[in-house]
């Protein structure tokens, strides 16, 4: 799987974003194939990283972050050159 669960505040250390970022479009929402591992209930797809429609999976009751392999990856690349553009 190479999945990555994030509880609050994780994925904003590891992407090195400011809490704004991370926020998402839930205008764009949409109900995700994943479960909660916290809560069992099933968790809405949000918009992270605007400009680029990342699309992740986020517990509706502010468990944490889901990403899959490829999103986190994608994430990943996408947060290193706008790390270094604010330098």
Do not use: A
């Not at 609050?8 to 764009?28: N, S």
């Not at 972050?65 to 994430?75: G, I, P």
């Amino acid at each position: 799987c190479g999945g990555c669960w994030f509880d609050p505040g994780e994925l904003m250390v590891v992407t090195k974003l400011p809490e704004d970022e991370f926020q998402g479009d839930f205008i764009k929402s949409r109900c995700s194939k994943y479960d909660c591992p916290e809560c069992q209930q099933k968790m809405s797809e949000f918009v992270f990283l605007r400009p680029y429609n990342l699309m992740v999976n986020r517990c509706q009751h502010g468990h944490g972050v889901y990403l899959k392999k490829e999103e986190l990856e994608h994430s990943l690349e996408l947060c290193d050159p706008l790390e270094n553009n604010d330098q």
